[in-house]
């Protein structure tokens, strides 16, 4: 049974910083892909930031140049520190990775930005 349990989340001020995590389970984090999702009330799910089993990632370009994912194999960790925080980037974050071809999603956690 593959887990994933995000943490992290939690109220930050406009232009504050939060890293979120994901811990991983049942699967050979090392080999697989890892990323996050976010949703915001009344939107669709979007892709944030994805990284490869060798460490390449992508990002959304409402993100690029604040947000940063990274993953620490030996911990089965996927990590996204988020800078510069804006209202838009509230929403629930959710971890995502595949497995022979199965999608696993984290219940997610909730980031809210205050103004």
Excluded at 39 to 53: C, D, Y
Excluded at 87 to 107: F, I, K, L, M, V
Aim: glycine content about 10%; overall charge positive; proline content about 3%.
């Amino acid at each position: 049974q593959v887990y994933l349990v995000e943490s992290g989340g939690g109220l930050v001020q406009a232009g504050g910083s939060r890293r979120l995590s994901c811990a991983a389970s049942g699967i050979n984090f090392k080999i697989h892909p890892m990323a996050w999702y976010r949703q915001a009330p009344g939107k669709q799910r979007e892709l944030v930031a994805r990284i490869t089993s060798d460490g390449t990632t992508n990002y959304a370009d409402s993100v690029k140049g604040r947000f940063s994912i990274s993953r620490n194999n030996a911990r089965n960790t996927v990590y996204l520190q988020m800078n510069s925080l804006r209202s838009e980037d509230a929403a629930t974050y959710y971890c995502h990775t595949n497995r022979t071809g199965d999608p696993y999603w984290g219940r997610g956690t909730q980031v809210t930005v205050s103004s």
